[in-house]
């Protein structure tokens, strides 16, 4: 079986400030990383992913996150953030060897940022 | 532009009343999804579909069903035997058989009980 854990549940942070999102997850075989932002009242949008090669992985917009599998983390980065970034963020696996496209979602956290 | 329409944005259920939440895709996806979110507990998989008339359970199935008639279309029904059915319902799409393909979702239903 397969979870997803993210530590905190809300981060308030100063905008230009840099900020860190947690994620770790348990797994018993090999995994694909995803994170998803969902702005208020809208469906979640993939921010970035990890399949293989280079551990760290970056967005359009500035985030980057780092997989970490002795850690099993897939902690999620920005040197500096905006008021626009101020959403709510999901970490998320899936197996790499599984007989359907199952997606296991973490419980998510919400980033305000202040002005 | 592909992509995902759920429908309405916003639903009301009175007490005893089975209600059904549209979701269209036209991204040629064969696998579709239909999640709840509860606020602080992530996404919750209620049902899922990976064919053209065949769907499955997902952890959350009681008091729901799902029909897939039509490859681009995934209705989720909300029975009276869900009792606490307030929640924002997320449907998803994505391509079989590729678990590093991410999902696409639609901008969610919002149900509320009268």
């Known amino acids: 079986a397969q979870s997803v854990t993210q530590l905190d549940s809300q981060v308030p942070v100063f905008e230009e400030a840099p900020v860190e999102l947690r994620c770790n997850y348990s797994s018993s075989v090999s995994v694909y990383l995803f994170w998803y932002v969902q702005y208020p009242n809208q469906g979640l949008q993939l921010l970035l992913k990890y399949l293989s090669g280079s551990t760290l992985v970056e967005s359009i917009n500035g985030f980057e996150a780092e997989f970490n599998k002795s850690q099993t983390s897939f902690h999620l980065r920005k040197p500096s953030v905006h008021i626009s970034d101020t959403a709510e963020y999901f970490c998320a696996v899936s197996s790499i060897k599984t007989s359907y496209d199952k997606v296991i979602f973490g419980p998510g956290t919400s980033l305000s940022v202040i002005p | 532009d592909g992509g995902i329409t759920q429908s309405p944005k916003y639903l009301f259920r009175k007490e005893g009343q089975n209600v059904t939440l549209s979701c269209e895709q036209n991204l040629n996806h064969d696998a579709m999804y239909w999640y709840r979110q509860d606020p602080g507990q992530g996404l919750r998989l209620i049902y899922y579909?990976?064919?053209?008339?065949?769907?499955q359970k997902g952890d959350i199935a009681e008091g729901y069903s799902v029909s897939r008639e039509k490859k681009e279309s995934f209705p989720l029904t909300v029975t009276s035997a869900q009792k606490n059915p307030t929640a924002f319902y997320l449907c998803?799409?994505?391509?079989?058989?590729?678990?590093?393909?991410?999902?696409?979702f639609g901008d969610g239903t919002r149900l509320s009980i009268l």
């Open positions: 579909s990976q064919i053209v008339n065949d769907f």
């Open positions: 998803a799409s994505s391509i079989v058989g590729y678990s590093n393909q991410p999902q696409h």
